[in-house]
């Protein structure tokens, strides 16, 4: 059935002579009218998008995507070949022209009917040679035959929003093109397949059950939960809360395997910092001098610790700075801590560590004693080196390396969003033990449990997706 049958007002009419199924025709139509002109005859409501899918850059094969009501209508105009002539999910290979008529690439074609394909809608692949004169070609061909330009995530938001792929299961693609281990990147596909959705289903319906319980007590009034209920009511909930916590906690430890860690260097002036991520680089990335307040900004360097890619961050010394370019520094400083997925706190025997300086929670942190050719470290929770002659680096890296461990069974969930939804929801149900603990009337529990499994139910993007796929398609690459 031709495209613009099954697309009432699509791009077919803005094409004529395409349906005729003869080249000589489509291509004197080609250039009988002027493309602006014809895209602006009858433009679709969703444009067709196109956007090369694999990076730039040479290769064997490029793969240029086009999705949207139009879609099969541009590579009839490209090829010349009626879209009777192309079978869904069968590859072929076909000459791919310029306006004029000249020869492009001899292109691997690989049309899609919607709602049979990866983002629901009609979808063609081309696959090209590897070069991204014959790719930016194609596109601005695809461009004057109507198609827009597709920003960072186009293809799958609308995969999302016709109902091809959930919010988690999105998330996950991010994770599993992201992912910087194998592990990680397995882990990522079965979320993918539905581990976080399977999980968090079943969360929600152990949030259900304890609310029917709570609905029968609110129900029949006359027959309260007893005390010895209450009590097996308040353990059950408490384990729940638990098991939400720590699926919370092993995303953001797993995290790093997806997309690598932010070690944060911080400390007193002259601690040795910038020497340490000069070592831990080797290079001279970071301006190092005997004059406390070296480093005024944070610099960051890119390194690999075990199988372990990490940016480093070296930061300006923590002191109370007389002036306000220095206390900027420290306070960007502080803000670096906070972003941190291991902070490496650096102490010296002339810059001990400043234990007035608050650190943010529930960030793993590493002491390092620095200068300890100088002098050894005060206790033994110091790991010891001497950034400048290179000794006890190793012990440091090893050190690291177990701070930050592979997951070593499924995480059942990825994305910062995804772990913090979960903390709301541990959160209220840690409040609705709390009630139930203070006796509270079980409206009060049920409505805590009510609020905990919304958040399950925003994790699963059942409910304001559309608040968050601005910002998680931001993450995606353009063609993706
Ligand atoms: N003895 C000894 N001196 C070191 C060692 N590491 C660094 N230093 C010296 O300590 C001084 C300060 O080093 P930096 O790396 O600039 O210190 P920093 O912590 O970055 O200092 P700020 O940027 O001012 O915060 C320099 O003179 C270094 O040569 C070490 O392992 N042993
Ligand atoms: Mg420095």
Redesign the pocket.
């Given at each position: 059935m031709p495209a613009a049958d099954r697309h009432p007002g699509g791009a077919a009419q803005a094409y004529p002579g395409q349906r005729d199924g003869s080249r000589t025709s489509a291509r004197r139509n080609r250039l009988g009218l002027t493309a602006r002109a014809e895209c602006n005859v009858s433009r679709p409501s969703r444009p067709t998008l196109v956007a090369a899918a694999t990076p730039p850059g040479r290769s064997a094969i490029a793969v240029v995507r086009l999705s949207g009501p139009d879609a099969w209508a541009i590579l009839e105009r490209l090829t010349g070949r009626d879209a009777s002539r192309w079978t869904p999910r069968t590859a072929s290979v076909a000459l791919l022209r310029d306006d004029t008529g000249a020869p492009v690439d001899e292109a691997l074609v690989l049309p899609f009917r919607g709602p049979n394909s990866y983002t629901g809608e009609d979808l063609v692949e081309l696959h090209l040679h590897g070069n991204p004169v014959l790719v930016n070609r194609v596109i601005g061909l695809a461009l004057t035959y109507g198609a827009t330009p597709a920003d960072a995530g186009a293809f799958t938001r609308r995969a999302v929003l016709a109902g091809r792929m959930g919010l988690p299961e999105a998330e996950a693609l991010a994770d599993l093109i992201d992912a910087v281990h194998p592990l990680a990147a397995s882990q990522a596909l079965g979320r993918l397949r539905g581990a976080s959705r399977t999980w968090a289903e079943s969360r929600r319906r152990d949030l259900t059950e304890l609310l029917a319980q709570l609905e029968a007590a609110v129900d029949f009034p006359e027959e309260p939960i007893s005390p010895e209920q209450g009590t097996a009511l308040a353990l059950r909930v408490d384990e729940l809360a638990n098991r939400l916590d720590d699926e919370a906690r092993r995303a953001s430890a797993a995290r790093v395997w997806t997309r690598g860690a932010r070690l944060v260097l911080l400390?007193?002036?002259?601690?040795?910092?910038?020497?340490?991520l000069n070592r831990l680089v080797g290079e001279q990335r970071?301006?190092?001098?005997?004059?406390?307040?070296?480093?005024r900004d944070w610099v960051e360097a890119a390194t690999t610790i075990g199988r372990l890619p990490v940016q480093l961050v070296?930061t300006?010394?923590l002191r109370d700075a007389p002036g306000s370019v220095e206390r900027e520094g420290v306070e960007r400083s502080r803000g670096q801590a906070a972003e941190a997925d291991l902070l490496l706190l650096?102490a010296?025997p002339d810059?001990p560590w400043p234990d007035a300086e608050p650190l943010p929670p529930s960030i793993t942190t590493l002491r390092v004693w620095?200068?300890?050719?100088?002098a050894p470290p005060p206790t033994p929770d110091w790991i010891a080196?001497?950034?400048?002659?290179g000794l006890g680096i190793e012990a440091l890296t090893d050190a690291i390396e177990q701070r930050l461990p592979l997951p070593e069974d499924q995480v059942q969930l990825g994305s910062l969003r995804q772990e913090q939804t979960c903390r709301v929801a541990a959160e209220h149900v840690r409040a609705a033990a709390m009630a139930i603990r203070a006796d509270a009337p079980p409206e009060i529990v049920a409505e805590e449990l009510r609020l905990a499994a919304r958040a399950l139910d925003r994790l699963l993007g059942i409910i304001d997706p559309e608040d968050v796929l601005d910002e998680l398609f931001s993450r995606f690459c353009i063609g993706k």
């Open positions: 400390g007193a002036p002259n601690a040795g910092k910038s020497t340490l970071a301006i190092v001098s005997q004059e406390p307040g070296t480093t070296d300006a010394g650096v010296a810059a620095n200068k300890s050719d100088v080196v001497a950034a400048r002659d």
